[in-house]
């Protein structure tokens, strides 16, 4: 699983092998914090605190689960990446479930918040599952959705990426879609080093592509709006992602 979320993330993209990864530049850090089944709050907490002490800018989290119980320890991380301005990546989970009414952890909503506190990490960016499949069946049958709490869809459904002992398969989930977005947020970050991880979750949420057109509800054969499933209605799209963060930082590209 993480080998094949590493790979989606930062395959070699010249050496004709297998797949081209989006940000093949980018230095991976593998932080072992799942082990066979749900993962522990303490152990998620702790895998942040890692990987930010340890030069993380972004951080990809292919896991989740329907409880919490030491999410105070979790939020304590996640508000300490902030602090230290790393962006945080997550799959919003395969359960066919509306996020916004069915949590699933971790996320954005801080347990508890000050009189002037946040009540939600702005490092934060919650992403679908797109298929391959045009129409109707563009989202993920499997993905959870979430007009409030999934921001944007990314590919996951069938992506071809490396396994261990030099091999290759497909494989589905939400856990695939969000290395997409953290390979694009690792292109942004790289090319735009001045981008904070808020403002890098600024330029993915404003340059996604939005499309008009009713597709099924994940679970059910009900025709909902695309735009109703997610905070910006849209897909990760890196093109113009890279070519609005060259506009807000003044920075002048080579576009063909």
Do not use: C
């Amino acid at each position: 699983h993480g080998t094949h979320v590493a790979g989606i993330i930062g395959a070699n993209r010249n050496n004709n092998i297998g797949i081209r990864g989006i940000a093949d530049q980018a230095l991976i850090m593998s932080v072992r914090a799942v082990p066979d089944g749900d993962e522990r709050d303490k152990d998620i907490a702790n895998a942040i605190l890692y990987a930010v002490d340890n030069g993380a800018k972004v951080i990809n989290m292919s896991f989740g689960k329907g409880y919490s119980p030491g999410k105070k320890y979790v939020d304590a991380a996640v508000k300490y990446a902030a602090k230290k301005d790393v962006l945080l990546v997550h799959a919003a989970g395969n359960s066919a479930a509306n996020n916004d009414t069915e949590p699933n952890y971790p996320n954005d909503k801080f347990l508890k918040s000050g009189l002037f506190g946040k009540k939600y990490a702005d490092n934060w960016i919650e992403v679908g599952a797109l298929s391959w499949r045009p129409g109707e069946d563009m989202v993920a049958d499997f993905s959870n959705y979430g007009a409030k709490n999934v921001d944007l869809f990314a590919p996951g459904v069938d992506l071809y990426s490396t396994i261990p002992d030099q091999g290759y398969k497909k494989a589905s989930g939400t856990s695939m879609a969000s290395p997409v977005v953290a390979g694009v947020a690792t292109l942004l970050r790289s090319y735009f080093p001045t981008l904070t991880a808020k403002q890098t979750k600024e330029v993915i949420m404003e340059s996604v592509h939005k499309v008009n057109t009713m597709v099924k509800k994940p679970g059910s054969d009900e025709l909902v709006p695309f735009s109703s499933l997610s905070v910006t209605g849209g897909y990760i799209d890196a093109y113009e992602a890279i070519k609005l963060a060259a506009k807000k930082t003044g920075t002048k590209l080579a576009m063909p």
